[in-house]
Each structure stands twice: as structure tokens, then as C-alpha cells.
């Protein structure tokens, strides 16, 4: 079976959306990652830290779902990263109302010794620097997939430059890609991206799909036509942890099985939208996300025949 190594923030949100709020509930880009990928039969490994102030019914949930935390650092005396968002009424953008690194400003990761050969490695949304230092530790992945956030392009834009060198796939959003490269084209970002080092490039446009850039390849997935969308806190990550739990699981990294993976992932990521925060990945069944597959199948399958043209 594969080994999948995940990092990323294991996090506190208190999220705000047009339907409601909550406070402080369990997020962070690995948690979601994680999640998401534990629908494939891959071994799966969390590195992060956490606080004191990180409840143990949340380290369960994580292992419940077949997900390896010797990698979660537990910090004595300190506190969980903590993250606060309110969605605009397009529920495509938000703003970031507090972001609190606290035991995050000083982890230094440490990859357990039966993850250093993980096939896959998605680097999940935290700082460059951690990234940086998980991939100095891993010997000799298939692939390696960066995600990140304008957070870091603001704040750490050297580092993650250096980051960005050294993986395969990158994904990210489509205002990200934007501000990253300075180009409003999608397709001119993706290739200005393609300079920079990730072979594969996946734009993810929310409720308007994701785009897989290779060379002078695209491939575009819809997002599936919700008829409720209630949080998409977590959609880029989940679709993330789809993606790489896909490749993992069939072992296969061409472009043509990464259009699967786009597919998965975006499957994934239309159930985490459905309730506020984790809820809805928690007690998501294989069986739910098959007969989803198929909708997307007949969302976007159709045969023309192709006529002569007309004269007139
Ligand atoms: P997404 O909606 O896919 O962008 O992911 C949202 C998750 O990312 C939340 O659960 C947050 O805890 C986490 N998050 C927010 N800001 C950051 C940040 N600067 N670095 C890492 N994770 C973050």
C-alpha cells in the first residue's frame, strides 16, 4: 500500500457564513487533507503540531479515520493555530478576520521514520519554511504537491518561491495564481507557474471547477452544481487530500490518471461544502462518493457526431 505524507495546519476556525457561525470548531489544512484522502486504501501520516489546548476526542477523530498522528506535536503550555474567515454573500471569497500561528511560529517538523519513504508528499498549507524542511526529510518521492494561500505569498513570498522550485504539482486558487504571478490570464499564470518548477499546475476556480495545466495541456473539471453550499471551509484542502489519495492509491502519476484525480478531488471537495467545517467529510461513505462520481460522469459526458459543414 502507498504512503501518503501529509502536512499542514491542524487548526482551530471560527468560521462566518450568509447561513450562520461558529466558534472555534476543528479545521486546518492537514485535518481536511487528511479526511479526504482516508476515502482511498493509502497509509496516511499527519505532520503538525497542536496545542495543549487540542482535545483528545480530535486526535481520535484523525485516528479513527486511519490517519498516522506520531507526527503531531503536541506543544506542553501552548495553543493551537487559530483561524477566523467570513464568507461574502458569493460564498467564492472571504476575508480573513484573525490568524493566530502560536505553536505554529516555532515547529520545527520532525517526519516520522516510517513516512521518510512516502511515495506521495502534499505539502499542505502552513509556512514555506516547514515545508522546506519535511521535504529535506523525505528520501526520494514519486510526486511532491504544494498547496498554499495569498497568506504566505504576503508574508513569506522568498521562501515560498523556494518551495515552489522543488515540487511537481502546485495547486491553487485562481486569485492566488493571479496575485502570484502578476497575470490576469489563467492560462498565462499557469504557465508563468510552470517556470517557476511544478510540472502540473491545478487552478482551482471554487464553484466554477478546477483547471489541470501540463505543457501545452488542459484539462478542466467542473465543480458539481450544488443546490446547497453552507461552508466551503476546507474545499481547497479536501480537494487536495482526493487528489494525492487518488495517485497514491492507484499508482499512477501520468497527466491522463491525473485528470482522475482532479475529478476525485473535486467530488470530495462538493461534500465538504455541504455542513460547517469538518461535519460532513466526518461521516462521508464510500458508497456516497461512487454515486457522485457518477454525476459528474453524466454532468459532463456527451457525444456529438460532427456534421460536414453547411453550405450555403
Ligand atoms: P481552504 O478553505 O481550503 O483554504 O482551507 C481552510 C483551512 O486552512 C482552515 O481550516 C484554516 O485553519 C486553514 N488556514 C487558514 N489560514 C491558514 C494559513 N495562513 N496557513 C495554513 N493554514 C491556514
Known amino acids: 500500500m502507498s504512503k501518503l505524507l501529509i502536512v499542514g495546519t491542524v487548526a482551530f476556525d471560527a468560521i ?9 470548531i476543528l ?16 497509509k496516511s501520516a499527519i505532520v503538525s503540531v497542536v496545542g495543549e489546548d487540542f482535545p483528545q476526542e480530535h486526535m481520535d477523530l484523525l485516528t479513527n479515520h486511519g490517519i498516522d498522528i506520531q507526527g503531531l506535536e503536541i506543544v506542553k503550555g501552548g495553543k493551537t493555530f487559530f483561524w477566523s474567515g467570513k464568507y461574502h454573500n458569493d460564498l467564492n471569497t472571504r476575508d480573513t478576520l484573525d490568524t493566530q500561528l502560536n505553536v505554529l511560529a516555532d515547529f520545527n517538523p520532525v ?4 513516512f ?10 502552513l509556512h514555506p519554511l516547514v515545508q522546506l524542511s519535511v521535504l529535506e526529510q523525505v528520501t526520494n518521492p514519486k510526486l511532491v504537491v504544494l498547496d498554499t494561500m495569498n497568506f504566505w505569498m504576503d508574508n513569506a513570498l522568498e521562501d515560498l518561491k523556494k518551495v515552489i522550485s522543488k515540487v511537481d504539482v502546485i495547486t491553487i486558487n485562481d486569485e492566488e495564481a493571479r496575485q502570484l504571478t502578476e497575470e490576469h490570464s489563467l492560462v498565462r499564470a499557469a504557465r508563468k507557474i510552470e517556470k517557476m518548477g511544478p510540472k502540473y499546475v491545478v487552478i482551482k476556480k471554487g464553484e466554477h471547477g478546477a483547471l489541470l495545466f501540463h505543457k501545452d495541456q488542459i484539462f478542466f473539471a467542473p465543480a458539481l452544481p450544488l443546490e446547497e453550499v453552507f461552508d466551503p471551509t476546507g474545499a481547497g484542502d479536501t480537494f487536495a487530500g482526493g487528489f494525492t489519495g487518488y495517485l497514491a492509491q492507484s499508482e499512477d502519476i501520468s497527466f491522463e490518471n491525473m485528470k482522475n484525480a482532479v475529478i476525485y478531488g473535486s467530488s470530495l471537495a462538493s461534500f465538504c461544502v455541504e455542513k460547517f467545517g469538518t461535519e460532513r467529510m466526518e461521516s462521508l461513505k464510500h458508497p456516497e462518493l461512487e454515486s457522485r462520481l457518477q454525476e459528474f460522469q453524466s454532468l459532463t459526458q456527451f457525444d456529438i457526431e460532427l456534421t460536414p459543414t453547411k453550405t450555403l
Do not use: C, H, R
Open 16 to 24: 462566518e457564513t450568509p447561513f450562520g457561525k461558529t466558534d472555534k
Open 27 to 42: 479545521g486546518g489544512a492537514a485535518t481536511y487533507i487528511g479526511l479526504s484522502a482516508s476515502q482511498f486504501n493509502v
Open 116 to 125: 521518510k519513504d512516502s511515495e506521495i508528499v502534499m505539502l499542505g498549507n
Open 111 to 114: 517526519v516520522p521514520e516510517d
